[in-house]
T-cell receptor, first 113, second 113 residues
Framework: KAGVTQTPRYLIKTRGQQVTLSCSPI?????VSWYQQTPGQGLQFLFE???????NKGNFPGRFSGRQFSNSRSEMNVSTLELGDSALYLC????????????FGSGTRLTVV | AQSVAQPEDQVNVAEGNPLTVKCTYS??????LFWYVQYPNRGLQFLLK??????LVKGSYGFEAEFNKSQTSFHLKKPSALVSDSALYFC???????????FGQGTELSVKP
């Protein structure tokens, strides 16, 4: 059974550019969440999607956005990149978060220069 | 608001000795608690969860955790540590009805031969 797949694994972008990260959840999982991990702030929740609808949103500026497709695959987009956006971005999926745990992908390491 | 705290930034243990990684939580309502482990440049791996039921939860790789409602704690334990257990450990609580997890700051576990 394939796990949560995040692409690309590594990305280098320049300040002011935009970036799109992709997450393919485990087959059958409809809940997809995104997290940002940095040494200073730790793991912070970005947003969660369920059946193509944003169900929860963290405290990030509007430059961070996401969406979910009908096949449950999700993308997150960051516009007008800043140096502080350099982080490991993690995606997690769950079959039923009330019963099961969340399975995380290996993440996308974004470096903004 | 829901929160978790991991009071130790680092825990050092000799191989073969028991290990404990501490976590305390603050929630309104019933807590949904999780432990995850992260190896360098990797995503988070699920170890165990507490949703309801027995206070002693058994998880992956020989880990277990004890839920203590009166002390609002959910400490991670293992009877005999392995060098390969050296990693970063995160305690988390589910916030609200959806897929949002709130993480502690993480505890670096170092197991020496």
């Amino acid at each position: 059974k394939a796990g949560v797949t995040q692409t690309p694994r590594y990305l280098i972008k320049t300040r002011g550019q935009q970036v799109t990260l992709s997450c393919s959840p485990i087959s059958g999982h409809r809940s997809v969440s995104w997290y940002q991990q940095t040494p200073g702030q730790g793991l912070q929740f970005l947003f969660e999607y369920f059946s193509e609808t944003q169900r929860n949103k963290g405290n990030f500026p509007g430059r961070f956005s996401g969406r979910q497709f009908s096949n449950s695959r999700s993308e997150m987009n960051v516009s007008t990149l800043e140096l502080g956006d350099s982080a490991l971005y993690l995606c997690a999926s769950s079959l039923n978060e009330r019963i099961h745990g969340y399975t995380f992908g290996s993440g996308t390491r974004l470096t903004v220069v | 608001a829901q929160s978790v705290a991991q009071p130790e930034d680092q825990v050092n243990v000799a191989e073969g000795n028991p290990l404990t990684v501490k976590c305390t939580y603050s929630v309104s309502g019933n807590p949904y608690l999780f432990w995850y482990v992260q190896y360098p440049n990797r995503g988070l791996q699920f170890l165990l969860k507490y949703i309801t039921g027995d206070n002693l939860v058994k998880g992956s790789y020989g880990f277990e955790a004890e839920f203590n409602k009166s002390q609002t704690s959910f400490h991670l334990k293992k009877p005999s540590a392995l060098v390969s257990d050296s990693a970063l450990y995160f305690c988390a609580v589910r916030d609200g009805q959806g897929g949002k997890l709130i993480f502690g700051q993480g505890t670096e576990l170092s197991v020496k031969p």
